[in-house]
């Protein structure tokens, strides 16, 4: 069964600032998902990933895939309180013909500090 | 064009009652999934429905769980008899076709079993 991890849980970051939250997975894949939850609200779909070496930038987000090491990341640039939120990277597992299932990971909840 | 709708929004019951939820994918999508998110987690798959067929019910209780779609439109997720770790936002998303890219996910029910 794919696993999904992220890391770390709990980030508190001061705006200015730069950090990365990392997803790695146990089982390859061809698709990887960024998604934004805002306290008591839905998923916001941020990123698909579909290949390896795969690079996606919105304003201050960059997400990126290697498949290789089965591992994303996403980039916070200059960090500002707008940014947060749990983010939650998710892995499609494709079961063959209509089958597939969303794994998600575990989220990093990113508090941006003035 | 209308994004997932979901309803109630909110349900407070006590354990070993019944509850319903209700979702409204977006129109022209085929494929339908219910998710089970408990605090501090990311969503777990519980079905996935392709029109009105069931593909995916792994991870759905069926003891106490079931859901249906009738008409491959929209669809009611039950519980019945309900228990205290069912307490989670019940998310429902849709897809227009499996191979599609993005999944759209709807507000949520959030559940409160005491």
């Known amino acids: 069964e794919l696993k999904v991890e992220q890391n770390p849980l709990f980030l508190s970051m001061q705006e200015g600032k730069n950090y990365t939250i990392y997803c790695n997975y146990s089982t390859t894949s061809d698709r990887l998902y960024w998604y934004r939850q805002d306290p008591g609200k839905s998923l916001e779909s941020l990123f698909v990933l579909l290949s390896n070496g795969a690079v996606k930038q919105e304003g201050r987000l960059m997400a990126s895939l290697d498949t290789k090491a089965r591992l994303s990341t996403l980039h916070i640039t200059a960090a500002v309180h707008d940014l947060s939120a749990t983010y939650f990277c998710?892995?499609?597992?494709?079961?063959?013909?209509?089958?597939?299932?969303?794994?998600f990971g575990t989220g990093t909840l990113l508090a941006v500090q003035p | 064009e209308a994004g997932v709708a979901q309803s109630p929004r909110y349900k407070i019951i006590e354990k070993r009652q019944s509850v319903a939820f209700w979702c409204n994918p977006i129109s022209g999508h085929a494929t339908l999934y219910w998710y089970q998110q408990i605090l501090g987690q990311g969503p777990k798959l519980l079905i996935q429905?392709?029109?009105?067929?069931?593909?995916?019910d792994s991870q759905l209780p069926k003891d106490r769980f079931s859901a249906e779609r009738l008409k491959g439109v929209d669809s009611t997720l039950k519980i019945q008899p309900a228990k205290l770790e069912d307490s989670a936002v019940y998310l429902c998303a849709s897809r227009r076709q499996p191979s599609s890219y993005e999944q759209y996910f709807g507000p949520g029910t959030r559940l409160t079993v005491t």
């Open positions: 998710a892995v499609l597992m494709n079961y063959g013909g209509a089958t597939n299932k969303l794994i």
């Open positions: 429905f392709q029109n009105n067929g069931v593909v995916d």
